[in-house]
Structures are given as structure tokens and as C-alpha cells.
């Protein structure tokens, strides 16, 4: 592997426009995401955060501007080129969106059957160990709708490893979670930015995740980049927006940690 | 007109009678002074007269509006108080041209599903070839689960089609064509169009639903992103399967149908056994169980493309689903009924 190869930015987007019909959701969003750091893009709920996530994979095609994955553009990709480029990409849904047919193991096997082209037993024995790697032993053989909403979403994350892809994409993986399961969820994202190896964007809102997993971060406010850098220089951004979005994230805290406290007292 | 003042229930109806009275393209002005307090129920009758008036193609107008009532309105539709607006209702041509153009749109995207699926499917074998287990799976949900029900109706609808021609035969003493009438009927027609359509019912709407359902859960989004094809694992071995299967069911539909009319002819009209069957074998040509073959066969992709159409275009949530699964079954038999009658017209001035 050359030096100028490990320069290249694992994800690039430059200039990005897209939008719904008349709507324009995103409108001129350029980031870039490195290996071995988690960057997270944040903001307000209808900021374009999904729409953005789902650009950077070719499910919505945005009207200009480009995506580059390890260099190659995937907005303007040929379809056998976007699968190509799709074989780096992991991208966890907020939803997990496991196919409810198959068992869990069965969901992580299917991308290693189709694109390492091994035979199922072995796919279903790595998928299992995938699993256990997402702390999900002796959970594969459960259908999606015996899993509750931690596992769904730790299965989904191990169906976006499956591949060892060096860019994940994680959706609100901590989003409807009790505190418990979203620090233990937020530990294993540190954990895949410890292999060193891949590099993590993570599209949330939840600050305490934000605090714990975030190298980076991006805020989106109706379609723009209002603030990027490290977590210190967007929280010092001049921007009465992100004053608001942390001072609010902040002031729900207090209040959800004062009722923890009261129910744990009351008990 | 004037706005009463308050607008409960009894005033709310004899208010919206009042201004749907009045024919489309009248200007009606609703004089607001009378509202000395409008709260949000009041508001919500109001508005929906409003709305109902315009889409009845009533230029509504709103006079002497107190600023708190203003912004009541405002706060549900802000363009509900945009009074230069074009009344709501289309014209015909418009109706007729959207419509149109909306059915041109379904129809280049089945072309384009057909393609796609054509394309899928044009390697069998191989590693990107077809899902073989899965197609297996699916022939057996469409083929062998639908043999009973296919053969039941086919038997009755045999037994119909003999007694009704037995009425008319019967009086110039040509019963035995009866077997004629069943064997023709069944095997270029009904066989093929009865098995669709209860296929269309069986299997149309399951395809609609399944895929209708991972579309809303975003199960087809999460194969796309995995790269893998969504028309190569859901749509190709259903297509495949339903091409396999539905011109089966249609020789045992024309089987059970033949057998039918046999079983009236036989007991009924005391035909003889051996005549029945001889007359039968005489009046059928292998054309004829052809043609029933073929267009079995384009019913089946019509059936197949058309419901996962249906699955792909779902939009929304679960009720969605349930009206995609409708249409699917509905525009199938449709579409079927259409190929039958193309088919015809064109065996009819060939032959």
C-alpha cells in the first residue's frame, strides 16, 4: 500500500444536493471522514441527516455534487461500479431493517454468501461469530421479531460488518435506547474505531453519545453545514442554532437523569 | 353570506348546506364579523367548509376576519387564507390528462421491471445465476398449494359450461357436442384465464404484500445497500416459478374441466362414457392445448411483474400495503383479461 493511497479521505462528499420533489433537503454539504476516527453529523430532527446518510449509499440520488468512497464516485457510478463501491460500505439502519424472513444469523450471512461466495454452513458460522462480537452470542438463531430493540439494532450492526467494510455507517444506533444499552452500544463503536483499521459516521442526536464516541462532528441545520471540526470548536461555533441544539440536548439530560433519580429513589 | 356566530353542530351543517348550495365558479364571500370568539373546533368547521367549497370549485373569500381567528386558521393551513389561489377542482381534460399520464408512467416502469427481470434472469445457472432454493420454494407455494383449489373450481366450471350448452343442444338432439363445447372452451379460454385469475388472487397479492412490506421496513433499502439486487432475489425466482407452474396448473385445470363436463355428460345426459370421451379426442387439437399454454404463460409473467410492481410502489405505511396488494390482484386479472382478448382476436384472424 502506497503513501498516497493512505491519504485519500475514506469518504468525501463534495457540494451535495438533493432533495424530495419540490423539496430541497440538502443543499450544498461537503464533509470528509478519515480511517481510525468516528465523525459524527448531528442536528435537529428534519435536518436532512438521513437523507444525507442515504445519499452517501446511492439510495437517494442527489441532484449535484458527488460522493467519493476511497476515492471512487458512487453518485455517478454505473450500477455493477455502485456495487462495487458498496462492498466498503456497512451501513446500519436506526431501524436495524433485518429481513424479517430469515433468522438473525441469517440476515449476517447473506451479504458473506453472496460476496465472499462461501457456503452457507461456514457464512453462518462467521455470521455467528460476528453476532457474538456485537454481544449477540446465541442470538442467531432467533427470528428478527424474538430480538428486542438493542439487539435488533447490534444485529444490524454486525449484518453492516459483515464484510469487515472500512467505512460503517450507523443510523440513530443509540436512538429509543434505555441508557444501559446506549452506553454499551456507544462502547462498541469506540471498539471498531480502535481496530484502526475504519473509519465511523455516525448520524445521531443524542448528546451523550455525541460526548463519548464523536472525533469529529458535523452539525446540519435545514440542509446546510452550520458548524464542522472537533466537538470543542462546533460547541464554540457562534451559531445561535448549535447554542440551542446543546443547550436543550443539555437541559433534557438533567431532567431525564432528575427522573432516574427520583424513580431510583422512590424504589 | 355571513359566518354565524358561533358554529356548533346544528349551525355547522345548515352553514356548509347554505354555501355548497351556491354552483362551481361562484364567488362566495363569508362575512367573519358575526365571529366574536372562534375556538378550535369552531375553527376546524370552518376550515372544513372552506376546503369542501373549494374543491366543489367555489371561489371562497374571507371578509372582516378578527386577527386571533387570522391566525387560528393560519396555524392548521396557511394557504386555507390565501384567497387568489385557483379554485381546486381540475377540469376534465386535466382529470383525463393526469390519469393518462399515470397509467403511461405505470406502464414504462412494468417495461422496465420485465427488463430487468429478464436480465436477472438471463444467466440460470452459475454464482449470480438464479436463486434456485428460492424458486423451489416459491413453485411450491404457487404450484402444488394452488392444485386443489384450481382443480375444484376448474371441475365446476365444467359442469356450468355442459349443463348451460346441454339446455340448448338437447332440443336439436346434439348433446354429445356438448364434449366440443367443454374441451374447446376449457382448453383455449377458461382453463387458462380461470387459472390466472385465481392465481392472480393467490399469488398476485402475495407478491404485493411481501414486497410491499420490506419496502415500508426498509428491508429492500438494507439489500441495496448490501449490493445486493432486490429484482435477483425477490422478483426473478417468483416470475420463474409462476412461468413454471401456471401452464401446469392450466393442463390440470383443463383436465378437471373436461372432467366436469364428462361427469354431466356421462350422468346426466347418458352420453356413454366412451362416446363422451371419443367425441372429446376428436373435436381437441394439440393447438388448441397450445394456445391455452401460451397465453398461460404470458398471464404468469403478467401476474408476477404486476404485483411486484405493486410491492415496489408502496409508499407509506401498512394500510398502503393492503391497497397495493389490491390493485395488484385487480390490474393482473385486468391485464390478463386484456392479453386473453389480444390473443384471440389475433388466433381468430390467423387461423
Not at chain 1, 437523507?51 to 446511492?58: E, F, K, Q
Not at chain 1, 444499552?181 to 455516525?202: P, Q, S, Y
Not at chain 2, 338432439?173 to 377458461?190: D, Y
Request: overall charge neutral; proline content about 4%.
Amino acid at each position: 500500500m502506497t503513501a498516497a493511497r493512505d491519504m485519500t479521505p475514506l469518504l468525501t462528499v463534495e457540494n451535495l444536493v438533493a432533495g424530495y420533489g419540490d423539496q430541497t433537503v440538502l443543499d450544498g454539504v461537503s464533509l470528509t471522514a478519515n480511517v481510525g476516527e468516528i465523525l459524527v453529523v448531528l442536528g435537529a430532527t428534519g435536518s436532512g441527516k438521513s437523507t444525507l446518510l442515504r445519499c452517501l449509499v446511492g439510495l437517494v440520488q442527489p441532484r449535484s455534487g458527488r460522493v467519493l468512497i476511497r476515492g471512487r464516485d458512487i453518485t455517478h457510478a454505473s450500477r455493477t461500479e455502485r456495487e462495487a463501491i458498496l462492498r466498503d460500505v456497512g451501513l446500519a439502519f436506526q431501524d436495524a431493517a433485518l429481513l424479517n424472513s430469515m433468522t438473525a444469523a441469517e440476515n449476517v450471512a447473506l451479504p458473506i454468501v453472496e460476496h465472499w461466495h462461501v457456503d452457507e454452513p461456514t457464512a453462518l458460522m462467521l455470521a455467528r461469530m460476528r453476532l457474538a462480537s456485537v454481544g449477540l452470542a446465541g442470538a442467531g438463531e432467533k427470528m428478527p421479531s424474538e430480538l428486542s430493540g438493542g439487539m435488533r439494532k447490534r444485529a444490524g450492526i454486525a449484518r453492516a460488518m459483515a464484510l469487515e467494510p472500512p467505512l460503517l455507517l450507523l443510523d440513530e444506533p443509540s436512538a429509543g435506547l434505555d441508557p444501559t444499552t446506549a452506553r454499551a452500544l456507544d462502547e462498541l463503536i469506540l471498539g471498531f474505531k480502535a481496530r484502526g483499521n475504519m473509519g465511523v459516521v455516525c448520524v445521531t442526536h443524542e448528546l451523550g453519545s455525541i460526548n463519548t464516541i464523536a472525533d469529529r462532528a458535523v452539525m446540519l441545520a435545514r440542509g446546510h453545514v452550520i458548524a464542522s471540526g472537533t466537538l470543542e470548536e462546533v460547541r464554540a461555533t457562534p451559531d445561535e442554532r448549535v447554542r440551542a441544539f446543546f443547550e436543550r440536548q443539555l437541559v433534557h439530560g438533567e431532567k431525564r437523569a432528575s427522573v432516574a433519580d427520583e424513580l431510583a429513589w422512590t424504589k | 353570506m355571513a359566518v354565524p356566530a358561533t358554529l356548533g353542530a346544528d349551525a355547522d351543517r345548515a352553514f356548509r348546506q347554505d354555501v355548497l348550495r351556491h354552483g362551481a365558479g361562484t364567488t362566495v364571500v363569508l362575512d367573519c364579523a358575526p365571529l366574536a370568539r372562534l375556538d378550535a373546533l369552531g375553527a376546524a368547521r370552518l376550515l372544513r367548509v372552506i376546503a369542501e367549497a373549494r374543491h366543489a370549485g367555489l371561489d371562497v373569500r374571507l371578509a372582516h376576519l378578527h386577527d386571533d381567528a387570522r391566525q387560528l386558521l393560519a396555524t392548521v393551513d396557511p394557504a386555507i387564507l390565501d384567497e387568489d389561489r385557483p379554485p381546486a377542482r381540475r377540469n376534465p381534460f386535466e382529470a383525463i390528462g393526469e390519469t393518462s399520464l399515470g397509467a403511461a408512467g405505470a406502464a414504462v416502469s412494468v417495461a422496465r421491471l420485465v427488463r430487468d427481470t429478464a436480465a436477472s434472469a438471463a444467466m440460470p445457472f452459475g454464482r449470480d445465476g438464479i436463486k434456485w432454493d428460492r424458486t423451489l420454494q416459491q413453485m411450491s407455494l404457487v404450484g402444488a398449494s394452488a392444485v386443489p383449489i384450481v382443480v375444484f373450481m376448474s371441475l365446476l366450471i365444467g359442469v356450468v359450461l355442459s349443463l348451460n350448452g346441454a339446455q340448448q343442444l338437447r332440443q336439436f338432439g346434439a348433446a354429445i357436442f356438448i364434449a366440443n363445447l367443454v374441451g374447446i372452451s376449457m382448453t383455449r379460454e377458461m382453463g387458462p384465464l380461470i387459472t390466472a385469475i385465481i392465481v392472480a388472487g393467490r399469488t398476485g397479492s402475495a407478491i404485493a404484500a411481501e414486497i410491499g412490506t420490506m419496502k415500508i421496513s426498509e428491508e429492500i433499502d438494507a439489500m441495496r445497500t448490501m449490493a445486493l439486487d432486490p429484482i435477483r432475489f425477490l422478483v426473478v425466482p417468483k416470475v420463474v416459478a409462476l412461468l413454471l407452474m401456471l401452464p401446469l396448473l392450466t393442463v390440470l385445470s383443463n383436465v378437471a374441466g373436461i372432467g366436469g363436463g364428462y361427469l354431466v355428460g356421462v350422468f346426466f345426459l347418458d352420453l356413454g362414457s366412451n362416446a363422451y370421451l371419443s367425441q372429446t379426442v376428436q373435436a381437441l387439437f394439440i393447438s388448441d392445448v397450445l394456445t391455452g399454454l401460451v397465453k398461460s404463460a404470458v398471464f404468469a409473467l403478467l401476474i408476477g411483474v404486476v404485483g411486484a410492481y405493486r410491492g415496489f410502489s408502496v409508499r407509506g405505511g401498512p394500510e398502503a400495503v393492503g391497497r397495493a396488494t389490491t390493485s395488484a390482484v385487480v390490474t393482473a386479472i385486468i391485464a390478463c383479461i386484456m392479453a386473453d382478448a389480444c390473443f384471440t382476436a389475433f388466433f381468430y384472424f390467423t387461423e
